[in-house]
């Protein structure tokens, strides 16, 4: 069930680099969340009524409290970064599909960028009978968070290079049999090759209108046809996605 409303605040915090944490309350709304869906955010302060929603992946949820990890990039981003604790935010959802769950399977989780709070929140939630490697990458040291190998552009933090070089290892070594992945399109399309016939589970990310299945601005070459990032994804069995069209 999808749900429109505005709720305060509840915490707002800056974690470094440009991105910041907003995170609200509600028992329902967070019964309703799983690993995978994402909401569309607004700013509700006054003045802020003309922005656009923003697609924002569900990064934690705690109880009845649902945290959003988001990257400052543009006015929409910004106007969420500024908002204080008890200010109103505007939020759609959740939205679009989740991963599938799996059980007793040697899992690599595969993050680049703002790829990261979905796989983290997917992380939480895999059933303990899998054994998991969770690998995140950005451009540097500002782009890292908690998980199991940090690839960085620049050699900040972590290794020094492309996260999906040290997907490669991995996958031979430890035997990996079920792939889940989110981050820019580049590194999806690499790691699309890398995987070859390993069942892989990848949320892909697309600009956004309507955000709710009824614009098609969001459609991806899937199968023999096209599907909505926001409506039938936006996690899709990678083997089905046409990445050459991408
Ligand atoms: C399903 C989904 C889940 C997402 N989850 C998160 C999340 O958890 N955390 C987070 O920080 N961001 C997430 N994003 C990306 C986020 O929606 C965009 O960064 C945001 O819309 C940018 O809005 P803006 O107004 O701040 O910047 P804009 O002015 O719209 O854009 C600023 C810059 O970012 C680029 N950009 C904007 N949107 C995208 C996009 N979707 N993909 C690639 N480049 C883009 C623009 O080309 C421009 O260069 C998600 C996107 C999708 C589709
Ligand atoms: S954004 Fe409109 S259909 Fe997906």
Known sequence: MIRYLT???????????????????????????????????KSGAAGQDRRLFKPVS???????????????????????????????????????????????????????GVGYPPLAYLRDKLDASNEFTFLHGGNCRDDVFPC????????????????????VQLIRDKGINVVYSCGPLPMLKALAQIVGPILHYVSLEA???CGVGVCHGCAVPVGEGY????????????????????
């Open 148 to 167: 199991d190998d940090v690839w960085t552009v620049d050699g900040s933090s972590g290794r020094q290079g492309l996260v999906t070089e040290g997907a």
């Open 58 to 112: 569900i990064y934690k949820v705690q109880s009845d409290e649902i945290a959003f990890l988001i990257k400052v990039l543009g006015p929409g981003t910004q106007a969420l970064q500024v908002l204080e604790p008890g200010a109103p935010l505007k939020l759609l959802g959740p939205l679009g599909n989740a991963f599938q769950l799996v059980k007793d399977s040697r899992v690599l989780l595969v993050s680049g």
């Open 207 to 209: 600009y956004m209108a």
């Open 227 to 246: 599907q909505r990032v926001c409506k039938e994804g936006p996690v899709f069995d990678a083997s089905l996605i046409r990445w050459g069209e991408l």
């Open 7 to 41: 709720l305060p605040v509840h915490r707002s915090e800056s974690i470094g680099g440009n991105y910041c944490l907003l995170a609200v309350r509600d028992a329902g709304l967070a019964a309703l969340c799983r690993p995978g869906m994402f909401f569309e955010l």
